[in-house]
C-alpha cells in the first residue's frame, strides 16, 4: 500500500502533511491514534478527508491515514 507512495506524498492537502511526516510521528514519535497524528503533525485537523476513505467526501485521496497508522502502528 504505502510502498507505491513516496515518502514526499502529500497525504493531508488542506495541511500539506507527507506520508514521510506521518511515518515519522508514528514510528519515531509514537503517535497511535489519528488524533495523536493531529496533534503532532496537524494531518486531519481541518476538513478531514484524509482520516478514512468514509471520511473523504471529495474522493481526491488515493491514501489515509487510519491505512498508514494500521500499517505502521502495528508493525
Keep these: 500500500m504505502t510502498r507505491q507512495f513516496q515518502n514526499s506524498f502529500e497525504v493531508c ?15 519515531e ?12 503533525t496537524d494531518a486531519g485537523t481541518v476538513c478531514g478527508c484524509c482520516k478514512s476513505k468514509e471520511d473523504d467526501f471529495t474522493n481526491e485521496h488515493s491514501l489515509y491515514l487510519d491505512e498508514i497508522l494500521n500499517k505502521f502502528a502495528s508493525a
Design 13 to 27: 492537502k488542506c495541511k500539506h502533511v507527507s506520508l514521510g511526516e506521518i511515518i515519522h510521528a508514528i514510528k
Design 29 to 40: 514519535k509514537g503517535a497511535t491514534s489519528i488524533e495523536h497524528l493531529g496533534k503532532m
